[in-house]
């Protein structure tokens, strides 16, 4: 198949580029439309209790997430003087009127006290919208003229405005992270291949693949949503493995060429490239599917943040093994021996591979004491990975912004200085049989509210209670006899007698729901705070349902619908790969090794983000705000990405050595002579890899900083410790049990394999 797809490429060629040239401006007209289509969020699980409970509350009272926060601030004075009385129910009476506002919630509406500063200098108005998230943001945008309330000042704060803080940030990022990494890996390039040809095709390539991942995460917005967070990701696995993919290629087709490596003399252009697709094009290819099949297990979890990551990344990573095995075949052919013109002056003839240089040395030393040098390496990778087991799980919120970021200041203003954590609510959503302002279901609701007050009383473990807001609070210092007879009141007395009460009770009841909010004096992830969600899911009260919702309520759906689904990502991803990886090596001892490699390097990496951003470490060097806290799902994605990729230079080297085992039946000289071929190239492709990776990691968002940089340094430890010396060591020590299979997997193999390659 792969000697076909060779032959066609060269034969092809001017048609292949032709056809390249007219896609290229269609796929950049759709790269450029993709941010709008993007989504924020995506973390949400639809049958958790959390999404239930927000979903009731929303239909039922239309009391949302606080989307937008109007931070208003009396310069002087306080804000409940008249003008500011007057100057706030304007700003109310025009928003309100916007189609985009479903509810508005405010101190001057109902009175409630965590809704003000003790000093009545600042309160605020909690605004709920409608919409997709790109609706959401150009709603703030329209509505922030409108929320003015001079002689009071405002600042916009909010949900909304964080994501779409997030959205701009990420936007700037990817740029940034384009400028930064492209010119390093173009003069990189240039010093690997010691020519400009050379260096200009996997330059061409990287920048192609990243207007592909752009324009197909771009068509994917039209089939399913896409997360904001997926730009970044995508775009590094297309940049990085394109420029990758392209290396080995294209120093393949030099050395079949005779440029830097032996080879059989007048094969000729077309047979170069036929060779060239037929060896290393059949690893790319492959390479690209364990990618591929790495991101497989994404799919078994819910949310549409994780969902993006594994169709935008599967979609790209095929799209690179299709540039490379089509577009970078027909550009060498091309080219063909000028593919290594424009050479430096100053570095000479160089060799694709050098069987008695230092790789062969190398691979040479550690065979002769493979089990010294295999603890040499397990010791302090494990050590590195220890770090882990202090995972604190949580997922992003305001902190996540720039420090001057508008939103920030406004959130951080409302965290400070108001009672509570009031970005951070427990939402109690409880639902009666009948309407809940009945006069029996009052009863129940009482009962309820007062399990909620004393629900950490006797309790260490839990977070007592800063504020219950609810009904049942609407009045201070009255009796509950009278709080029943007041909200039992009807509708119409109400609306002729007393509209505030009335106000307040639309904001915390309708139909058979009724919303408790508790408002905690600590952050939401902590342990005492997640009991109190425990606790409160706990109670079994008769004639009422209690559904708790909120970021902490969120956060534990989350952990919980992760350690379920986590054993079927992992058992899908491996399976799949072992299968991947005997029908290209024909053996089962083989696979099991390079997971068990994969792991070492994914493990020391999860300890590295724990040891350095959750812990704080290096804040001032790598320019982020510590939040003492980890991404819920950056382990997650880092698996599924990096044991991809570890996967990637696996196949890639192994190929080499099987060629090699091929010809002499020799497993320590395979071994030596695959390390002395790839060795070098290898460590060149991760040190670009790095570089990509790397740049995002320069993001102003710590969630995209530590996965960037995480996943750089398991690419680093797997490029270099693992396949320099635990690869060589690990396969001295196997033998000939390397190549081992039963013989019904053996016969199958040499049936339905990939592995043979004429010689």
Same mark, same amino acid.
């Given at each position: 198949?792969?000697?076909a797809?060779?032959?066609?490429?060269?034969?092809?060629?001017?048609?292949?580029?032709?056809?390249?040239?007219?896609?290229?401006?269609?796929?950049?007209?759709?790269?450029?439309?993709v941010?709008?289509?993007? @989504?924020?969020? %995506?973390?949400?699980?639809?049958?958790?209790?959390?999404w239930?409970?927000?979903?009731?509350?929303?239909?039922?009272?239309?009391?949302?997430?606080?989307?937008v926060?109007?931070?208003?601030?009396?310069?002087?004075?306080?804000?409940?003087?008249?003008?500011?009385?007057?100057?706030?129910?304007?700003?109310?009476?025009?928003?309100?009127?916007?189609?985009?506002?479903?509810?508005?919630?405010?101190?001057?509406?109902?009175?409630a006290p965590?809704?003000?500063?003790?000093?009545?200098?600042?309160?605020?108005?909690?605004?709920?919208?409608?919409?997709?998230?790109?609706?959401?943001?150009?709603?703030?945008?329209r509505?922030?003229?409108?929320?003015q309330?001079?002689?009071?000042?405002?600042?916009?704060?909010g949900?909304?405005?964080?994501?779409? %803080?997030?959205?701009?940030?990420?936007?700037?990022?990817l740029?940034?992270?384009?400028?930064?990494?492209?010119?390093?890996?173009?003069?990189?390039?240039?010093?690997?291949?010691g =020519?400009?040809?050379?260096?200009?095709l996997?330059?061409?390539?990287?920048?192609? =693949?990243?207007?592909?991942?752009?324009?197909g995460?771009?068509a994917?917005?039209?089939?399913?949503?896409?997360s904001?967070f997926?730009?970044?990701?995508?775009?590094l696995l297309?940049?990085g493995?394109?420029i990758?993919?392209?290396?080995?290629?294209?120093?393949?087709?030099?050395?079949?060429?005779?440029?830097?490596?032996?080879?059989?003399?007048?094969?000729?252009?077309?047979?170069?490239?036929?060779?060239?697709?037929?060896?290393t094009?059949?690893?790319?290819?492959?390479?690209?599917?364990?990618v591929?099949?790495?991101?497989?297990?994404?799919?078994?979890?819910?949310?549409m943040?994780?969902r993006?990551?594994?169709?935008?990344?599967?979609?790209?990573?095929?799209?690179?093994?299709?540039? =490379?095995l089509?577009?970078?075949?027909?550009?060498?052919?091309?080219?063909?021996?000028?593919?290594?013109?424009?050479?430096l002056?100053?570095? %000479?003839?160089?060799?694709?591979?050098d069987?008695?240089?230092?790789w062969?040395r190398?691979?040479?030393?550690?065979?002769?004491?493979?089990?010294?040098?295999?603890?040499?390496?397990l010791?302090?990778?494990?050590?590195?990975?220890?770090?882990?087991?202090?995972?604190?799980?949580?997922f992003?919120?305001?902190?996540?912004?720039?420090?001057?970021d508008?939103?920030?200041?406004?959130?951080?203003?409302?965290?400070?200085?108001?009672?509570?954590?009031?970005?951070?609510?427990?939402?109690?959503?409880?639902t009666v049989? %009948?309407?809940?302002?009945?006069?029996?279901?009052?009863?129940?609701?009482?009962?309820?509210?007062?399990?909620?007050?004393h629900?950490?009383?006797?309790?260490?473990?839990?977070?007592?209670?800063?504020?219950?807001?609810?009904?049942?609070?609407?009045?201070?210092?009255?009796?509950?006899?009278?709080?029943?007879?007041?909200?039992s009141?009807?509708?119409?007395?109400?609306?002729r007698?007393?509209?505030?009460?009335?106000?307040?009770?639309?904001?915390f009841?309708?139909?058979?729901?009724?919303?408790?909010?508790?408002?905690?004096?600590?952050?939401?992830?902590?342990?005492?705070?997640?009991?109190?969600?425990?606790?409160?899911?706990?109670?079994?009260?008769?004639g009422?349902?209690?559904?708790?919702?909120?970021?902490?309520?969120?956060?534990?759906?989350?952990?919980?619908?992760?350690?379920?689904k986590?054993?079927?990502?992992?058992?899908?991803?491996?399976?799949?790969?072992f299968?991947?990886?005997?029908?290209?090596?024909?053996?089962?001892?083989?696979?099991?090794?390079?997971?068990?490699?994969?792991?070492?390097?994914i493990?020391?990496?999860?300890?590295?983000?724990?040891?350095?951003?959750?812990?704080?470490?290096?804040?001032?060097?790598?320019?982020?705000?510590?939040?003492?806290?980890?991404?819920?799902?950056?382990?997650?994605?880092m698996?599924?990405?990096?044991?991809?990729?570890?996967?990637?230079?696996?196949?890639?080297?192994?190929?080499?050595?099987?060629?090699?085992?091929?010809?002499?039946?020799?497993?320590?000289?395979?071994?030596?002579?695959?390390?002395?071929k790839?060795?070098?190239?290898?460590?060149?492709?991760?040190?670009?890899?790095?570089?990509?990776?790397?740049?995002?990691?320069?993001?102003?968002?710590?969630?995209? @900083? =530590?996965?960037?940089?995480?996943?750089?340094?398991?690419v680093?430890?797997?490029a270099?410790?693992i396949?320099?010396?635990?690869?060589?060591?690990?396969?001295?020590?196997?033998?000939?049990?390397?190549?081992?299979?039963?013989?019904?997997?053996?016969?199958?193999?040499?049936?339905?394999?990939?592995?043979?390659?004429?010689?």
């Amino acid at each position: 198949m792969f000697k076909a797809i060779g032959h066609f490429s060269y034969r092809r060629r001017f048609a292949i580029l032709v056809v390249y040239a007219v896609l290229t401006p269609l796929l950049v007209a759709a790269a450029a439309t993709v941010f709008p289509k993007l @989504k924020a969020g %995506g973390f949400e699980v639809h049958t958790s209790e959390s999404w239930i409970a927000s979903q009731t509350l929303e239909q039922e009272i239309k009391s949302g997430g606080a989307d937008v926060l109007a931070l208003w601030t009396a310069p002087s004075g306080t804000v409940d003087d008249i003008e500011s009385y007057s100057a706030a129910f304007e700003a109310i009476s025009r928003v309100e009127k916007d189609p985009s506002v479903v509810s508005h919630v405010s101190w001057y509406e109902t009175g409630a006290p965590q809704l003000i500063t003790k000093d009545k200098t600042r309160t605020f108005l909690m605004l709920t919208l409608r919409g997709a998230d790109h609706e959401k943001f150009e709603a703030v945008k329209r509505l922030e003229p409108l929320l003015q309330a001079p002689p009071m000042t405002t600042q916009i704060g909010g949900v909304v405005p964080v994501a779409s %803080g997030v959205e701009r940030i990420i936007r700037a990022d990817l740029i940034r992270a384009e400028a930064v990494a492209l010119p390093i890996t173009a003069v990189m390039l240039f010093f690997i291949f010691g =020519s400009g040809a050379s260096a200009s095709l996997p330059l061409l390539l990287g920048i192609l =693949s990243l207007v592909l991942s752009l324009a197909g995460l771009r068509a994917l917005t039209e089939l399913s949503p896409v997360s904001v967070f997926a730009v970044n990701i995508v775009s590094l696995l297309g940049l990085g493995l394109a420029i990758d993919y392209s290396l080995f290629l294209v120093n393949r087709f030099r050395e079949e060429l005779e440029v830097g490596g032996p080879t059989a003399q007048g094969d000729g252009v077309e047979a170069a490239i036929v060779r060239t697709v037929e060896t290393t094009g059949r690893a790319v290819a492959f390479s690209g599917f364990t990618v591929a099949a790495s991101l497989l297990g994404l799919f078994f979890f819910p949310q549409m943040f994780l969902r993006s990551m594994a169709k935008g990344g599967i979609l790209v990573v095929l799209g690179c093994v299709v540039l =490379s095995l089509t577009l970078l075949p027909a550009l060498m052919a091309v080219m063909g021996k000028h593919v290594d013109a424009w050479r430096l002056p100053f570095m %000479g003839p160089r060799k694709a591979f050098d069987t008695a240089g230092f790789w062969h040395r190398l691979a040479t030393a550690v065979m002769r004491r493979p089990v010294v040098v295999a603890v040499g390496v397990l010791v302090p990778m494990i050590l590195l990975g220890v770090p882990f087991q202090r995972f604190d799980p949580a997922f992003p919120d305001y902190r996540i912004l720039p420090h001057d970021d508008a939103a920030f200041v406004a959130n951080e203003i409302l965290d400070r200085e108001f009672d509570g954590d009031q970005l951070t609510p427990i939402d109690v959503a409880v639902t009666v049989q %009948g309407l809940a302002l009945s006069r029996e279901n009052l009863e129940h609701l009482w009962v309820v509210s007062e399990h909620l007050v004393h629900v950490a009383d006797g309790r260490p473990d839990l977070a007592p209670p800063k504020i219950v807001s609810g009904l049942f609070t609407l009045i201070p210092g009255v009796s509950k006899e009278q709080l029943i007879n007041k909200l039992s009141t009807p509708r119409e007395v109400l609306e002729r007698d007393d509209k505030t009460t009335l106000m307040g009770i639309d904001a915390f009841a309708a139909g058979s729901t009724m919303r408790f909010a508790i408002l905690l004096d600590m952050q939401y992830n902590k342990p005492q705070s997640l009991a109190v969600v425990h606790a409160i899911r706990d109670l079994e009260l008769p004639g009422v349902d209690i559904k708790v919702g909120g970021p902490g309520a969120y956060l534990i759906d989350l952990q919980d619908i992760l350690v379920a689904k986590a054993p079927w990502m992992l058992g899908t991803v491996i399976l799949v790969m072992f299968v991947v990886l005997f029908l290209v090596f024909g053996s089962v001892t083989l696979p099991i090794k390079a997971m068990l490699m994969n792991a070492l390097s994914i493990s020391a990496s999860f300890g590295a983000i724990v040891w350095v951003f959750q812990d704080g470490r290096f804040a001032e060097i790598l320019h982020y705000t510590p939040l003492y806290i980890s991404d819920a799902v950056a382990p997650l994605l880092m698996f599924c990405i990096v044991f991809g990729l570890s996967m990637d230079y696996e196949v890639l080297i192994l190929s080499r050595i099987q060629e090699e085992y091929k010809k002499t039946g020799n497993n320590d000289q395979a071994v030596a002579a695959g390390l002395a071929k790839t060795g070098k190239l290898i460590t060149s492709a991760a040190l670009l890899l790095v570089v990509v990776i790397g740049a995002f990691g320069t993001s102003h968002i710590v969630f995209m @900083k =530590s996965l960037g940089l995480g996943m750089a340094l398991a690419v680093l430890l797997d490029a270099t410790v693992i396949r320099a010396l635990l690869v060589p060591a690990a396969m001295k020590l196997m033998g000939r049990w390397n190549w081992w299979a039963p013989a019904p997997l053996a016969r199958l193999w040499k049936k339905f394999g990939f592995g043979d390659v004429e010689h």
